[in-house]
């Protein structure tokens, strides 16, 4: 899931243009979207629906195989031993497919597929061992393997929740934030899309990718 950097190409971050786009969902089409993610009886969730939704519509290339991954936030899920300590603890776990086989798939089916992705990744076992995998390779950097592109350049798209994130209750001293991005690195061939939700319960939808 991460890897040292120092084993990495020095091409696999993009120092290309960024391209930064804002976009709006409505409640009622989320809500449209996760009942066709669920309509062969298996409850997906949201964030499950739309990952599958960005995934499907990244598969243009059809002699490529893309990736997809979501970012799972491990603090609330290692319980009290958390409270003393400050920074974040994500996984970012991805899946890969053949970009014609996504494309042709019944929409359920690709959610079905977002869903085995997260699979193992959201228990407290997990995240025991991903903090004790950092602790043994510090002070190296590491970087998030879906980063690690072969010659194929296989296309990527990098899926974040900013839904349970209280960004929104802190005032920075010039009033409440009504929108905010996490910063992610961006490889050449990644998208980066981060949901965030207002109390209506429409979304808005903040997407960074690098230029050609």
């Known amino acids: 899931m991460f890897m040292e ?25 989320i809500h449209l979207l996760q009942a066709t993610a669920s309509s062969n009886g298996q409850h997906r969730t949201k964030l499950e629906s739309f990952a599958a939704l960005v995934w499907q519509i990244l598969a243009s290339e059809p002699n490529k195989k893309c990736r997809l991954g979501i970012v799972v936030d491990g603090r609330s899920r290692l319980g009290p031993c958390m409270s003393v300590y400050f920074g974040n603890v994500l996984a970012m776990p991805f899946k890969e497919a053949e970009a014609s086989e996504l494309k042709a798939m019944p929409f359920n089916h690709v959610a079905g597929l977002v869903h085995e992705c997260l699979i193992g990744i959201t228990d407290h076992e997990f995240f025991r061992g991903l903090v004790d995998w950092v602790e043994m390779h510090r002070p190296k950097p590491v970087l998030a393997t879906i980063y690690c592109q072969n010659e194929d350049e296989k296309p990527a798209v990098l899926v974040s929740s900013g839904l349970r994130f209280p960004v929104s209750d802190v005032d920075f001293g010039w009033g409440r934030p009504v929108f905010w991005v996490i910063p992610f690195p961006v490889g050449r061939n990644i998208r980066i899309c981060d949901a965030y939700a207002e109390c209506t319960g429409s979304w808005r939808l903040g997407c960074v990718y690098a230029l050609a």
């Open 5 to 29: 950097t120092s084993l990495l190409p020095i091409s696999i971050l993009s120092n290309d243009r960024l391209c930064c786009r804002i976009y709006y969902m409505k409640a009622q089409d």
